[in-house]
């Protein structure tokens, strides 16, 4: 397994980054424009969390909740407008380019489109290694054709791969391959971005399944954005839901999920069509023992048939 | 009979669906390194293509002659022989030499047109060179940077389009003289804009794809994204578009010699042939058909290639296009 | 209101065993490309009686958009190949040309596309494009269209309907746009209505809404859905029947509760099993592997065998016969089994 450089420790279960008061104005129109409807838009309004070493932290909402831009804050690749991001200790809006591409090392991200992450003319052994040239020191030239394989094991995909572009590559094989690009530095926070939610169902679960084991075996932390409340539920140790820009509700999962105390988390969870189907399925069940009919949609009832 | 409940946790790949994949390069457009790098097949694509192979021949051998045997056949188009003067073509009594006819000064017009196709394509070949290069880089930089540094840019640029080429060749030839080199530099300048705006452009919507996203928290620096992400895909672009602008190029140049402002004897390309051979069309069709012909020769098989060089780039297209004309060649069998 | 509550307000009248709307038989979509040739759908057999919703779940691959293409005679013809034949009200329109297919586009047979977007005409208000239909289709007159569109507003939920026709499509949410669709698919008043992902790209709040609206209208309106899906939660919550497609073949088909409660075919077992909804911790999450083919060449030998857990060489060998297990069909040498196997 790779060398980490762990100078700081953080303990885990204690803070490894916290976000403070984070909000993202975004002025659209242009420098000339004089419409009114183009205002500045808040996607991100003073957003406060804690995240915990080893964790994993969801942040569900629906589209222009702010979630994927809250992601995007996190690493720095979208300035926030004010607010500041704490990882271990430093501010990370503080940092100059220097100083930021060396915490860059520790926190990495996994993006949400599998199709157009992964450039199309660099092969797969450039993507994976692209990281060790950024950071040199990290890596010596002469092993990253043994690293570049490790990292492809690990993720499940047979090292014949490297030599390939990413056009001959399945979506879940180039999640995949996302994946190790990202472990390749061995970080300790990942920032995922709807990691499954391009991919086919069947592929959803290997991916996810993937993800978590590599969370266990290397204490990683990992936020999780997504707008899949099922999938959440069982990833998730602690959720926040976001809704235009703002936290509506952050706990533990289980919490949130039974108990939630907003109305807008409350109006979600009802939405999810695998919740509803739970819902209706048990009111079906026992219109059954009522009515004594077959199984049909529960949205529209035939009566029995003969 | 296994479990129904054992499924594999999907953390290898299945072999089998693997090789579904990969048995067919065709599938999503690129093929793998079995066959060899990109870059070979790509050229065995080529052999493969008669009318562009041609065109690529016929490009390929007259930069040869440019560069090799051109020199030699200084002499044979400056020497005066009246003699010949206005010989007809198509003829060996005077020697191979004059096998395309001479001119009013008896001077060879195979010579003169090797001579000239080197003047003509050092010409054509300088100004795509500096106007690709720094175009497109400055485009990049500004589609990549945004802001004012990009509006700035793009507006000069828009100054130069607005310039007539001719009206700008004047302006810099009666300044700095006639020559080759200034030849080159107006051209390259009245060209620029092209590149800048097509690179600006494609930059502008690189820089939004997500690889670069990824690259950039992955930690790499402005300058290592333009380089090695956004390049790669801007290259092609400007490359199709070089090979169509080198055919412009030559026929600006031969303009621009034809109308008195480009080359002055004994520097010749071919549009001071075809100049020159202007007054005496009735008498001697020959001085101006062969260069006209090769003019138009060149910046047809220009053309063709480009078509070649820009369904090669794209990575949907090339894949397609290998799977049509190497149908057995790449591939493992698909059926496992 | 919920979905519960919405069904007890109105009951469909389906006291008489409904006639068959849809007959498909032997439906086959091939396409010849320069990558060889790919079969996208294969020999397909389903029926559809009035008023009945059958939800068509599959992945990408499964050939389930190029079904519901088919059905409409919009699989291009070159490079397309439909063959195999499809009976909508007693009338054959596979293969029919353009004119005797216009006949039924819109007035039998309706689509709604997933993306609401790419589906309206950015440079036309809504009210004119709503109206188009009614003009051209129905005959009416401005003035009568004018009025039916307002209507067909309200029908699909969109409030203030009599001003917003005069708004342009990029003006409305995702979710409003797709209400529009719907009402364009409706408005010639079709039997059927295909749609084809419509709620994918839509927020889950949304999704329900739509999914709703779409209930409702298969009421009032006494029309039949084919409901094209990769959720299966979805198709649970508006479908009767569901076909399960992999690989451009049917594997199972059945009414939804019976598929779900106990499925015949390992793998509509296998989909359900990996679905996060029905696990409370990921480590029991159980992933099929390998992934579904994108272009089908291979013609023998059951589809899903290269990632099946109970594969046996027969499976490989010969093609799987339809077994008709309880009230599903399956296509598996070893559908009893799965079907009575622990769920």
Redesign the interface.
Known sequence: MARVDRSLEVAEGETILQAVSLSKEFSGGGAFSRHKADRKTLAVDNVSFDLRKGETLAVVGESGSGKSTLARMLLNLIEPTSGSVLYQGRDLTKLHARQMRDVRRHLQMIFQDPYSSLHPTHTIFEIVSEGWRIHRGVERPQNYRHRVDQLLEQVGLPSAYARMYPARLSGGERQRVAIARALALSPETLVLDEPVSSLDVSIQAQVIKLLMTLQEELGLTYVFISHDLALVRVVADRVIVMSAGRVVEFGETEDVYTRPKSDYTRSLLESSPSVLVERLSRARANERTRLGSTGEGPIAQAPPRG | ??????????????????S???G??????????KSGT?KWVRLRVLLKMPVQLTAALWLVSLVVVALTIAPLFETAANVQNLEVRFLAPFSLDHGWLNVLGADGLGRSELGQLIVGTRTSFLIAGGVVVVSATIGSAIGMLCGYAGGWVDASLMRLADVIVALPTLLLALAVLFVLGTSIINLVIVLALSRLPVYMRTAEAQTRSLRE???V?????????SR?IIV??IA??VLPTVLTLAMLELAGVILAAAGLSFLGLGLQRPDVDWGTLVADGRSYLTVAWWLTVFPGFAIALTALAGNLLANWVRAMGD??QS??LV??IMPKGNREP??K | MSLIEEEEAAQPDLTESPEVLLRVENLSVDFQSERGHIYAVRSLNFTLRAGEVLAVLGESGSGKSVTSRALMGLVPSPPGRVTGSIVFEGHEIAGADERHLENFRGKGIAMVFQDSLDSLNPVYTVGSQLTEILRVRAKSSSKAAQAEAVRLMSEVGIPNGAERLHDYPHQFSGGMRQRICIAMGIALKPRLLIADEPTTALDVTVQAGILRLLAGLRKSARMAMIFVTHDISVAQLIADRVMVMYAGQVVEEGPVGDLVAASAHPYTRALLMSQPGLVDNWRKLKPIGGSPPENVRKLHGCPFAPRCPIAQPECIASDPPYVTVGQQRSRCFFAEDVHSGPR
């Open positions: 009979m296994k479990n129904l409940h054992d499924l594999t946790p999907g953390l290898v790949v299945d072999d089998s669906t693997a579904g994949l990969l067919d390069p065709t599938l999503g457009g690129s093929f793998d390194t990109l794809r997500t690889f996203e990824a690259s950039r928290s992955l930690g790499a620096s290592r090695k992400d790669p895909l990575p949907n894949g397609r799977a049509k698909v059926d």
